[in-house]
């Protein structure tokens, strides 16, 4: 257990429902990261936060997903209109980087695997 | 356009063998290398290398980092069932993004 929690750890859906995905990240860290991750794959960058701030999103993020940290804590993943294309795991990550930019290791949480009928 | 490339994508060995996990990678901004194990869960960390040369352990395993031949090599020595697993290798660029590679499966037979 690295400290990293996600809720729900599984989640099955039907295509075009929305669905939501919460991290709780290690509590002194300041940066959250979500990855999401297909089969037989390495994680794939999808957005991060450095305390309630978005700072990147990739272009695999459409308008579809959205993300927040609203008090610089816990993270939410939203996904709109799912397409089975989304099914995947989802991670989340936290580190702490401090002020004079110095970038610690990631630690993951146990992820969300969604399944898009 | 960014990327890290491992080899082999998979292994299989037998217990008491010693492997050598391979990562390329080719990405702007580079500022860490990092390798982590997973085991049909979450990554979870290994090792973290910034400087060439300087090997890290830890008990059987090890890694180096040549920044400029742009590789790392993640070596198990005497392995066992248990190392089985998804390795894999990620650079950190200077944005505190992790690029990943697609992981090697190793498999240790008993």
């Known amino acids: 257990d690295t400290g990293v929690s996600q809720d729900p750890r599984h989640k099955i859906t039907k295509r075009g429902q929305n669905v939501t995905f919460r991290c709780d990240p290690i509590s002194e860290h300041n940066r959250l990261y979500w990855y999401r991750q297909t089969l037989g794959q390495g994680p794939e960058f999808l957005t991060y936060?450095?305390?309630?701030?978005?700072?990147?999103k990739s272009r695999l993020l459409s308008d579809r997903f959205s993300a927040e940290r609203p008090k610089g804590s816990f993270s939410t993943l939203e996904i709109q209109r799912t397409e089975q294309g989304d099914s995947a795991m989802y991670l989340c990550?936290?580190?702490?980087?401090?002020?004079?930019?110095?970038?610690?290791?990631?630690?993951f949480g146990p992820g969300t695997r969604l399944t898009v009928l | 356009e960014d990327k890290v490339v491992q080899s082999p994508l998979s292994l299989v060995v037998h217990e008491g063998d010693t492997v050598t996990l391979n990562c390329s990678y080719e990405?702007?901004?580079?500022?860490?290398l990092l390798w982590y194990k997973q085991e049909k869960k979450a990554p979870t960390f290994l090792f973290m290398l910034t400087s060439s040369g300087i090997e890290k352990k830890s008990g059987r395993l090890s890694s180096i980092l040549d920044k400029k031949e742009l590789f790392s090599i993640l070596n198990i020595t005497a392995t066992q069932t248990g190392d089985s697993a998804v390795y894999l290798c990620?650079?950190?660029?200077?944005?505190?993004?992790?690029?990943f590679g697609q992981g090697t499966e190793l498999s240790v037979k008993p």
């Open positions: 990550a936290s580190s702490l980087v401090s002020a004079g930019v110095s970038y610690n290791e990631q630690f």
């Open positions: 936060f450095q305390n309630e701030a978005q700072l990147e």
């Open positions: 990620a650079v950190l660029n200077q944005g505190g993004k992790l690029i």
């Open positions: 990405v702007t901004n580079f500022r860490s």
